[in-house]
Each structure stands twice: as C-alpha cells, then as structure tokens.
C-alpha cells in the first residue's frame, strides 16, 4: 500500500465515522430551522466534493472466485452494508475469531447500535438484527470448506435488542453437507440471550451469479457518482 492509499484510507474511516455521527444526529437532535437549512448546504457541498469516478465494487477486485480471494475480502469490508468501514450505512459490525463456551471455534461479532437503528421503544429494529445475523451466520462459513449464498434465515426475537449498549454476535457452523451449510448465532446484550437464528447456506458459482445479475434491469452502473 502506497502513503497515498494509506492516507486515503485513513481519511475515508474519519469521514465515514463523521457521516454516522452526523446520521445518529439528525436523527436524535431537535435542530432549530436555521441549522438545518445550514446543515444541509453543507451537505451539497460535500456530496459535490464526493463526486468521481465508479469504485469497483468488491466482487470485481479479484477476477474469478470473489469469494476465496483476499483483494475481494478486503474490498467487502470496506464496503459491506453491515461492516463496511467506508460505508456510513453500516454500524460497524466487527467480526473476528472465537470460541465457544464447549471450545468449539466460532466468529464473535461485537458492537453498540445508535438510535438511527431503533425501532421498538430503545430496541433495535428487527429487520437490523436480522440483518446483523445474516452477516454474523455468512462469516462463519469460513471455518468451513464451502462458501455460500443466504438460502433461509430464521431469526426467534427472545427479548428487545437494546440500543446504545454493547452485543455480542456468536455464530457457528453447526452442520455441513456438500454444497448445504447449517449455520447457527446468538445475540447477547451482557449476559442476556436477546435473539438466536440459524441460516441455510447453499455453495454457489459467484461467476454464474455476477452473470446472470449483470443482465436483469437496472444493473448497469454509472461511470460517475
């Protein structure tokens, strides 16, 4: 990585912690009329200093096999809606090794949710639980042989998932059959079990997908953004 990659990576984490912090903001903050209208001219500036060319998207950094190549790993966290650093979207979600309680390996994923993801009264929506699983139950496939693709998530909604508290995500490969993977996690708030979900996994040719998507309607990608 060349200082000028470094540096560039470094000031898009700042400006992507900057946008989630302005996003909890006006969502949270009662703004007088003047500072909203402020606020948003500023806005346009910066999403006009934001303009440029069309950033490959992770699936393009590494040819064939996105899915087992390092550049295309890379790439998706930066810019996941789940844990992308570079994407203001995502909370971050942040995934690592682990284990469990009965030492079996798992994937521990660790973060606190801002009220812009709330839905229930200081509980995380349900759809963003189901969607932190989704991505916690995805990586766990890498403690197994064969990659996939979402084919059936079900998620029991125990207790609200607070916001504004630390979670804790453990998710596990609980059986594997050829191209079939069975995936379970857990969502803790301390030591509180708050959800648990297992995901169907079925190993995929990426290749054939980025095909197949790149022909329906509306795919093409502009030049610029």
Not at 32 to 41: L, Q
Not at 49 to 58: A, D, E, F, K, Y
């Given at each position: 990585?060349?200082?000028?990659?470094?540096?560039?990576?470094?000031?898009?984490?700042?400006?992507?912690?900057?946008?989630?912090?302005?996003?909890?903001?006006?969502?949270?903050?009662?703004?007088?009329?003047?500072?909203?209208?402020?606020?948003?001219?500023?806005?346009?500036?910066?999403?006009?200093?934001?303009?440029?060319?069309?950033?490959?998207?992770?699936?393009?950094?590494?040819?064939?096999?996105?899915?087992?190549?390092?550049?295309?790993?890379?790439a998706y966290l930066a810019q996941s809606?789940?844990?992308g650093h570079l994407n203001p979207v995502?909370?971050?979600?942040?995934?690592?090794?682990?284990?469990?309680?009965?030492?079996?390996?798992?994937?521990?994923?660790?973060?606190?949710?801002?009220?812009?993801?709330?839905?229930?009264?200081?509980?995380?929506?349900?759809?963003?639980?189901?969607?932190?699983?989704?991505?916690?139950?995805?990586?766990?496939?890498?403690?197994?042989?064969?990659?996939?693709?979402?084919?059936?998530?079900?998620?029991?909604?125990?207790?609200?998932?607070?916001?504004?508290?630390?979670?804790?995500?453990?998710?596990?490969?609980?059986?594997?059959?050829?191209?079939?993977?069975?995936?379970?996690?857990?969502?803790?708030?301390?030591?509180?079990?708050?959800?648990?979900?297992?995901?169907?996994?079925?190993?995929?040719?990426?290749?054939?997908?980025?095909?197949?998507?790149?022909?329906?309607?509306?795919?093409?990608?502009?030049?610029?953004?």
């Open positions: 990585m060349t200082d000028r990659d470094s540096t560039s990576r470094e000031e898009g984490l700042a400006l992507a912690t900057e946008l989630r912090h302005i996003a909890e903001a006006l969502v949270v903050a009662d703004l007088e009329p003047e500072d909203v209208a402020a606020a948003h001219r500023l806005a346009t500036a910066l999403r006009e200093r934001l303009t440029g060319p069309r950033r490959p998207r992770w699936y393009d950094a590494a040819g064939a096999h996105p899915e087992s190549a390092p550049e295309a790993r890379h809606p789940i844990r995502a909370p971050p979600l942040v995934l690592g090794p682990g284990t469990r309680g009965n030492g079996a390996r798992c994937v521990v994923g660790e973060l606190q949710m801002g009220r812009r993801y709330e839905g229930p009264p200081h509980g995380v929506h349900g759809g963003w639980v189901a969607a932190l699983f989704d991505e916690a139950l995805g990586a766990a496939q890498s403690l197994g042989d064969t990659p996939g693709m979402t084919a059936v998530l079900k998620v029991r909604y125990r207790q609200i998932t607070p916001v504004k508290q630390p979670l804790r995500f453990e998710a596990w490969i609980h059986e594997q059959r050829g191209r079939r993977t069975v995936a379970r996690a857990t969502c803790h708030a301390g030591d509180r079990l708050t959800a648990d979900a297992e995901g169907i996994f079925i190993g995929v040719d990426f290749d054939e997908v980025e095909e197949r998507m790149s022909r329906a309607p509306g795919s093409s990608d502009d030049a610029a953004v």
